[in-house]
């Protein structure tokens, strides 16, 4: 009796207990011409104050969002859930060199959410000393030519009974992501603005793919709208993520 509805309800947890990974949720908000940002890295803000909210409340319902260090660097932001009452998610970075500055806000707000660093036994041993001492928890994990290694880093989650996990990027943490197979769903923020530019920022970046039919696939489409912005919820499917393992 309502087999797949129960199966899409109880995914994440099915998952954890299959494959000892969290449930993966890709999300990105981008202009028409799928930009992320504009060439000169602004990205303030590209979707609507009703979708940047729903993602507030998405975060409060999740263990944890991912983002890659270029992100920190780059937009120093909160990842928090600015919403009454809710709960703010553990923000994982993923940090192969310990590069997380003292100064950024994912630090100084140590206290409000907890900050993990997901790094390697490369990274600088000052430099974990120091996250370590300004609160930080510390993830060391095994290493890909100095980069943190994706699989062992879910799998460690997955051991901390992590099961919802909202990746927030940027590009090529995501298509670093997708490529090792480990998407289950996207939510992706259509905003109705062309920016243009053949470098600005990409949300999922990468090489890519070489031919069409290498695509990954979505299914269980959804289209909705939240105020001028289109939003895109859909799963992937799975034998286009087992192909590429």
């Known amino acids: 009796v309502l087999e797949e509805e129960a199966r899409s309800l109880n995914?994440?947890?099915?998952k954890l207990m299959t494959v000892g990974m969290p449930y993966i949720i890709a999300k990105w908000a981008m202009s028409l011409d799928g930009k992320?940002?504009?060439?000169t890295g602004d990205s303030r803000w590209v979707s609507s104050e009703e979708s940047r909210q729903y993602v507030h409340r998405l975060r409060s319902q999740v263990d944890a969002v991912v983002v890659g260090i270029g992100t920190v660097l780059r937009d120093d932001p909160l990842l928090t859930s600015r919403v009454e009452g809710g709960r703010n998610p553990r923000r994982v970075v993923v940090d192969?060199?310990?590069?997380?500055?003292?100064?950024?806000?994912l630090v100084k707000t140590i206290n409000e959410a907890e900050v993990?660093?997901?790094?390697?036994?490369?990274?600088?041993?000052e430099r974990l000393e120091a996250l370590e001492k300004a609160g930080?928890?510390?993830m060391v994990v095994k290493g890909k030519e100095r980069r943190v290694d994706l699989i062992d880093l879910m799998k460690k989650l997955g051991e901390r009974q992590f099961t919802n996990v909202l990746l927030e990027g940027g590009g090529t943490l995501t298509a670093s992501f997708f490529e090792e197979g480990l998407v289950d769903r996207v939510l992706i923020f259509i905003?109705?603005?062309?920016?243009?530019?053949?470098?600005?920022r990409l949300p999922v970046a990468g090489v890519g793919v070489d031919r069409v039919e290498e695509a990954f696939r979505l299914k269980d489409i959804r289209v909705s709208r939240l105020s001028e912005d289109i939003l895109i919820e859909a799963l992937v499917e799975k034998d286009s993520r087992e192909d590429r393992k």
């Open 36 to 39: 992320t940002a504009t060439h």
């Open 11 to 14: 995914a994440p947890f099915f």
């Open 136 to 138: 930080c928890k510390l």
């Open 96 to 105: 192969g060199q310990a590069r997380l500055p003292l100064d950024s806000r």
């Open 191 to 200: 905003a109705p603005k062309i920016f243009g530019g053949g470098e600005a």
């Open 116 to 125: 993990i660093v997901a790094t390697t036994a490369l990274a600088p041993k």
